[in-house]
């Protein structure tokens, strides 16, 4: 993983006329600020790609490049550290830009608080760009995160992740799709979410405590994946990127075409993966393999410069397999497995097949937006979107009964969104909305197995009401939202004869929230960010009945839950002293009232297949707090050095004990080296930025946990190193840009507690992973 | 995939008309595969009676608690036993032992017994010449008491170590039934 993800570029082109110009003799000039510190930007590469001419801004961040003639060209703008960018603009005449880069990583760097955003959130966030996402997007979309603060990964296996962020995951954390909250069979700890990051511009995780547009019931933080507007290019633009990974022998294709026209802009985005068994440190993980195809398409129409309307439609399609060493019957099963050194039907032959236990999902989203600009001041925003969500999961059964699915699931979600945001003053803004979101799910009897989550319908209303005031030096946001959510569940019993059970219940959820910041002088901030929020106990929570396969435990849901409550409070400095360094710190603590957890019991169940262990969804009052740590130092031109660490803990308070599947604190350093002497000019082909990473994380061993709390002990610390080399090669029609680098450099043997696959083998051993990302 | 865009064309009008509209019943499944129940039978050409144990759960997992009954075998006697599965959950009840029998290089029985003097030899085999267990010799020695355990393996190893001897430990797989009888030797 990268430390590139936190470099973010806004670059705002000021053209200005100067002069009229004549031919090949216009000068381009202009000026780099760090747009966090606005300080001058010196050692920035700038490079025009058409001319293959570049050079260097001086210690005022300014640049000249003379004798450019008239015509459409890109310019490159780069940084150590930060991978380049590319941007359009036409010369006519001598032109003046004016470029704002953000050169610290957003997290460390939203210092700015002028200028009122139409963001969801002025909270404490950090997020991945383009570039990052161009060189990461072998992972999916958990795995792109991992290296951020606060930020950890539920897994099972290697193919299926989840993002955690400060301890919450699954119902109580929301994932984003273009604005949509991503709606599938979100309880299960080994159900990714289904977006292809290839697909986004942007992933942004809020730490914050709430978003209210976004829907009430959310206790925990919020991820965002965003494409980008479509860039306004008139000619037919895209790239290519191509991504082999040596462990698993993946590759990863993806092609993103697009084109700008007044009319209708569009862009197409498609994605192929395939990755066959992974390996360990020292063995195969068979049955591991990866199979995806995704593709996207994105509109855009204008109309009369006042009405925006934008469509949107995904589909993500995915296979993947599950080692087979990990399904597993009973405890005594469990307990052989845990005793070997090896997980069992461990082959030496790699292999693409996925066979059985595996998982086939399928997502698709359509979406539309439409955003009227009423005048200056108030617009009004309607989105409407539709989800389906089908989830098979296969396990291994008697009688040819492999090739039917064990749990087969399939989910409807339609949104509607209306918001309306005014502009009182220069000061004084004001949104408010409503939103709708209706869920559909339906098990497909074709299993011939009980079904672990029943059918159900869920209505959910909200209307939410904000403001936010500005003033020189702070912002005070300050908002509530009510929903009024509405379920009826169709249960199976698990006594014969089987009868069906409809229940009917309605939830009030009320959240409110309270953030203000702060900026203390021009280079400090401090932000404070309240929120309380009610959480519906969710439906496997409330209904879950049997057992829940490859957890090889009876799970058990109880009708009678009440509503979770959450109080977040976090508090966040940042400290930009100039453009070499940048702090952040950011420290939280969320209190919950009535926490829904699974509690293991002391019963043990016997059936036919042996005996189990029960687990019965119960509330008690926990607290969860950290920090996350953030920092980047520029050491020199060519020398970046990023650290961060992260700390959790979760407490059950009533009863003073520990809570289970708390990520473990985690520490983080990357150096970059640009090799600035090394430029390389062949023709009219250019060696770019070359630039050397080396980064370690290192993930402490979860110690705050009862013997009792699990099967065995927490697995120990460990350490991973990577190595990368990347450069930019620039012709005059297409920039290239290629890296390779080493995950698990010392191919460390480990095992992660996070990762459920921990019971039955290693995590992943040395990877060597080589990518191309070609734009044209 | 009929039934899929079934479903889907209702849930989509059910949803047009969301207040109106309520969630229809779901299909009850009848899980096919679910094993209720195991019985075993002891049969002795030297005299003495024969011997039935079992254990039954009709409702699967969760739900009414299971049945075990237990055995009283005669002391130092040789008994074929045998073993049948089914389902009763569903009526007429299903055998399941021929599934077993139709897959049987991918399963196999393990006997392990805390029965001072009693021990278990396989009496079957599957195409490659390895042990089954739906046939199986017991003799018992002396006076005593304790249990014994069947378990069945779905897919196991028995290519590795120890397995085709009715070791259980290098096996794998998933237990597909794992069930005690308390056993008498008088």
Partial sequence: MSNKLYWIILINLYVTSLAIGQDCVLTVRGQVTDEVSSSPLSYANVFIQETQVGTITDDKGGFILANVCPGHYHIIISHIGCQSEKFH?????????????????????????????????????????????????????????????????????????????????????????NGIVQSGQQWGNDHSPEIDPFAADKITVLKGASILEIGGGN??????????????????????????????????????????????????????????????????????????????????????????????????????????????????????????????????????????????????????????????????????????????????????????????L????????????????????????????????????ETGIL???PDYIAWKNGVYSKISYTKSNFVIDAGARYDYDRQTALTISTSIPREIIR??????????????????????????????????PGINELYSQGLHQGVSGIEE?????????????????????????????????????????????????LTIRGAFPVFKYE???????????????????????????????????????????????????????????????????????????INNRFVFRQNNLLVSQDFVPSPGAYNLTSLKFSTDIITQALKIRSFIKADNLFNVEYRDYLNRQRYFADDLGFSLVAGINVKF | MNLTSKISILSFFCL???????????????????????????????????????????????????????????????????????????SPSESITEEIQEEDEEHQFFFESSIPGVDVAYNDQDADGNPIGLSFILTTGDVGSGDLTITLKHEPEKFEDGVADGDITNAGGETDIEVTFPVDVQ
């Fill in chain 1, 219 to 408: 206790v925990g933080s919020i991820i965002l994946s965003e494409p980008n507007r479509i860039e306004r290019e008139p000619h037919l633009h895209g790239q290519a990127n191509y991504i082999f990974e040596s462990n698993g022998r993946g590759n990863t294709l993806n092609l993103r075409l697009g084109k700008y026209n007044k009319a209708l802009a569009w862009r197409v985005n498609g994605t192929l993966k395939k990755y066959g068994d992974r390996k360990t440190a020292n063995y195969l993980l068979n049955n591991s393999g990866v199979e995806e195809a995704n593709l996207a398409l994105q509109l855009e129409k204008t109309i009369k410069d006042r009405l925006f309307v934008d469509f949107y439609a995904s589909t993500f399609n995915t296979r993947l397999g599950i080692l087979r060493g990990s399904q597993i019957g009973n405890l005594t099963d469990l307990e052989a497995a845990l005793s070997r050194a090896e997980p069992f039907y461990t082959e030496a032959d790699f292999s693409y097949t996925i066979e059985a236990p595996r998982q086939e999902v399928a997502h698709h989203l359509a979406k539309i937006k439409a955003k009227y600009i009423i005048n200056d001041d108030r617009y009004i925003e309607f989105i409407g979107a539709g989800q389906i969500n089908n989830r098979k999961e296969f396990d291994i059964r008697r009688s040819g009964r492999t090739d039917i699915p064990s749990l087969s």
């Fill in chain 1, 451 to 453: 079904p672990l989550i």
């Fill in chain 1, 503 to 536: 229940y009917e219940n309605a939830f009030h959820n009320v959240t409110g929230i309270f953030a203000v910041t702060r900026k203390i002088g021009a280079k400090q901030s401090l932000a404070y960010n309240a929120g309380y929020s009610m959480r519906n």
């Fill in chain 2, 16 to 90: 047009l008309f969301i207040t109106a509209c309520d969630k229809e019943d779901p299909d009850v499944v009848e899980p096919p595969e679910l094993i209720t129940t195991v019985n075993v039978t002891l049969n002795t050409s030297m005299g003495g009676p024969a011997v039935g144990m079992s254990f039954r759960d009709l409702d699967g997992d969760g739900g009414m608690e299971a049945t075990t009954v237990g055995g009283t075998v005669a002391a130092n006697t040789t008994y074929t036993g045998s073993i049948e599965l089914l389902n009763e959950s569903i």
């Fill in chain 1, 619 to 693: 509330q008690t009052d926990a607290s969860i707090y950290g920090l996350d740590f953030s920092s980047q130092f520029t050491l020199s031109r060519s020398l970046l050095l990023v650290l961060k660490y992260s700390y959790l803990r979760g407490q059950d308070i009533s009863q003073d004990i520990p809570l289970i599947f708390m990520p473990p604190n985690s520490l983080f350093g990357s150096i970059n080296y640009r090799i600035n002497g090394l430029k390389t000019k062949f023709k009219n082909t250019k060696l770019e930025n070359p630039e050397v990473e």
């Fill in chain 1, 89 to 177: 603009f036409d010369v006519t005449q001598d032109t003046s830009l004016n470029i704002l880069l953000t050169h610290t990583p957003t997290e460390l760097g939203t210092v700015v608080i002028s200028g009122k955003q139409d963001g969801l959130s002025k909270q404490s966030n950090s997020s991945i760009n383009r570039a990052s996402i161009e060189d990461n997007s072998h992972q999916n979309l958990s795995g792109l995160l991992e290296n951020e603060t606060g930020v950890h990964l539920i897994k099972n296996g290697n193919g299926i992740s989840k993002p955690v962020v400060h301890g919450l995951y699954g119902n109580r954390l929301i994932v984003l799709n």
């Fill in chain 1, 557 to 605: 849901g109880d009708i009678s839950l009440k509503m979770e409550r959450a109080l977040k409070n976090t508090l966040e400095y940042k400290f930009v002293p100039s453009s070499d360094i940048a702090l952040n710190v950011l420290v939280y603590h969320q209190y919950f009232n009535d926490y829904i957890y699974l509690n293991p019991q002391e019963e043990i169940r």
């Fill in chain 1, 410 to 445: 399939i989910q409807y979600t339609f949104n509607t969104n209306i918001n309306y945001k005014h502009s009182i003053n220069d000061q004084l803004d004001w949104k408010s909305g409503y939103q709708n979101i209706v869920t559909d799910n339906t098990n497909n009897p």
